[in-house]
């Protein structure tokens, strides 16, 4: 697969705990901004303080996926985009509720479509009172429940909930023209598993669920919502990793393991997190999920 030209450039959350989960992006060491042109209309921004971000140029406007920590880090986004194309942005989807991907959302003046999965509202509502929270005055302007078909400015878009995964309120973003899935956090390159958000109803086995929903997906390119961009090869070696330690843990719960044996099976230590935050593991996560329902 060939990619175009290289610009580099310099359920309702609990509000303390809304506040622990996206203080993780704030912390987030900004790194220089890099656009690629994936196909044709669609380019991809990584680096800055934040998400990666992708951007649709439509045949009016721009639509936006995501929006990074900052408005300043998405300023930078936005002026890049000016390179790209004179229309201006006029439509943001958002892949979940984390301030790494929707406070920047403030960069962009008042009147913009935001588009996102219904409980991903709730959850940017729930953040009004924490010490990092979203936007209130850009909080979604359209909401869906589990899926939904939209052409917005000439583009097909799917919108896609299959189940609370990194977040209860989820969205995976299909182009099936461009066979292009943007899979927000439920995708991401730098770690060997995935972060699952309990305090936001996360879910690992609905993070399979979804895994399982996008590898269905007729796409040949996967956006991540942090790390590189992936294959449908790629993200399924993801879900069988996660699978294979998924069923590791459901067979040591039928055992009446504990956490604590469980953990130190699959080779687990407490070690504090370089940047002083640290989410359960998947582990953790699956375990809690697993012994609930036992």
């Given at each position: 697969?060939?990619?175009?030209?290289?610009l580099?450039v310099?359920a309702?959350?609990?509000?303390?705990?809304?506040?622990f989960?996206t203080?993780?992006?704030a912390?987030?060491?900004?790194?220089p901004l890099?656009?690629?042109?994936?196909?044709d209309n669609?380019y991809?921004?990584?680096?800055?303080?934040?998400s990666?971000?992708?951007?649709?140029?439509?045949t009016?406007?721009?639509i936006?996926?995501?929006?990074?920590?900052?408005?300043?880090?998405e300023?930078?986004?936005i002026?890049?985009?000016a390179?790209?194309t004179?229309?201006?942005?006029?439509?943001?989807?958002?892949?979940h509720?984390d301030?790494d991907?929707v406070?920047g959302?403030?960069a962009?003046?008042?009147g913009?479509?935001?588009?996102?999965?219904?409980?991903?509202?709730?959850?940017?509502?729930?953040?009004?009172?924490s010490?990092n929270?979203?936007?209130?005055?850009?909080l979604p302007?359209k909401?869906?429940?589990?899926?939904?078909?939209l052409t917005?400015?000439g583009?097909?878009?799917?919108?896609?909930?299959?189940?609370p995964?990194?977040?209860?309120g989820?969205?995976?973003?299909?182009?099936?023209?461009?066979k292009i899935?943007?899979?927000?956090d439920?995708?991401?390159?730098n770690?060997p598993?995935?972060?699952?958000?309990?305090?936001k109803n996360g879910?690992?086995?609905?993070?399979i669920?979804?895994?399982?929903?996008?590898i269905?997906?007729?796409?040949?390119?996967?956006?991540?919502?942090?790390?590189d961009m992936?294959t449908k090869?790629d993200?399924?070696k993801?879900?069988d990793?996660?699978?294979e330690?998924?069923?590791?843990?459901?067979?040591m719960v039928?055992?009446g393991k504990?956490?604590?044996?469980?953990?130190?099976?699959?080779?687990e230590t407490?070690?504090?997190?370089?940047n002083?935050?640290?989410?359960p593991s998947f582990?953790?996560v699956a375990?809690?999920?697993?012994t609930?329902?036992?």
């Amino acid at each position: 697969m060939r990619f175009g030209k290289h610009l580099l450039v310099t359920a309702v959350a609990i509000p303390s705990l809304f506040a622990f989960a996206t203080l993780a992006g704030a912390q987030q060491q900004a790194s220089p901004l890099k656009v690629t042109q994936i196909k044709d209309n669609i380019y991809w921004a990584q680096g800055g303080v934040g998400s990666n971000d992708g951007i649709i140029v439509g045949t009016t406007g721009v639509i936006v996926v995501d929006t990074k920590t900052t408005p300043d880090s998405e300023k930078e986004v936005i002026a890049e985009i000016a390179k790209i194309t004179p229309k201006a942005v006029n439509t943001a989807i958002i892949t979940h509720s984390d301030g790494d991907h929707v406070n920047g959302l403030a960069a962009f003046p008042a009147g913009l479509t935001i588009i996102a999965q219904e409980n991903c509202k709730k959850e940017m509502e729930a953040s009004a009172s924490s010490r990092n929270p979203a936007p209130q005055d850009r909080l979604p302007t359209k909401t869906y429940n589990k899926t939904d078909k939209l052409t917005i400015d000439g583009i097909h878009i799917r919108l896609y909930h299959w189940a609370p995964g990194h977040t209860s309120g989820d969205t995976v973003i299909y182009l099936p023209d461009q066979k292009i899935v943007f899979g927000g956090d439920l995708l991401v390159t730098n770690r060997p598993d995935t972060v699952i958000h309990m305090e936001k109803n996360g879910s690992a086995a609905g993070w399979i669920k979804n895994a399982k929903g996008m590898i269905g997906l007729d796409a040949d390119t996967y956006l991540t919502g942090h790390g590189d961009m992936m294959t449908k090869a790629d993200v399924q070696k993801k879900l069988d990793l996660i699978q294979e330690k998924y069923n590791k843990i459901k067979t040591m719960v039928a055992q009446g393991k504990s956490l604590d044996e469980v953990k130190q099976a699959m080779g687990e230590t407490d070690a504090p997190a370089p940047n002083g935050t640290r989410f359960p593991s998947f582990t953790e996560v699956a375990y809690k999920e697993l012994t609930k329902k036992s």
